[in-house]
């Protein structure tokens, strides 16, 4: 079974920083484009950033300059590194791979938006 396990997250005051991680597990072999999305209460879920294999990354608009996106291709990991949070950053952050490559035999099942549990960030005073 292919998941996306999450952690980090937890509650900071505003301008504090915090730390998310995302590893994919199941015999992996191979995963695409990984990143993070968040979802506030009452709003669509957004783009916070994405980076692929090749290293070519992607941030919301909101989260340019304050946010860092890194990933260690060999663990199958991403990172999140955010500073300077606003409470307005307040949101589950969702974890995803666009596609990640199971070992299967001799062959390999490819599995497509993959999602992660999803982790709770609060900021606060």
């Known amino acids: 079974q292919v998941q996306l396990v999450e952690s980090g997250g937890g509650s900071v005051e505003p301008g504090g920083s915090l730390s998310l991680s995302c590893t994919a597990s199941g015999d992996i072999v191979s995963v695409g484009v990984m990143g993070w999305y968040r979802q506030a209460p009452g709003k669509q879920r957004e783009l916070v950033a994405t980076?692929?294999?090749?290293?070519?990354?992607n941030y919301g608009n909101s989260m340019k300059g304050r946010f860092t996106i890194s990933r260690d291709n060999d663990k199958h990991t991403v990172y999140l590194r955010m500073n300077s949070l606003k409470p307005e950053d307040t949101a589950v952050y969702y974890c995803?791979?666009?596609?990640?490559?199971?070992?299967?035999?001799?062959?390999?099942?490819?599995?497509?938006?993959?999602w992660g549990q999803g982790t709770q960030v609060a900021v606060s005073s």
């Open positions: 995803n791979a666009d596609r990640v490559g199971q070992a299967d035999g001799p062959g390999i099942k490819w599995h497509f938006d993959v």
């Open positions: 980076r692929t294999s090749g290293d070519t990354i």
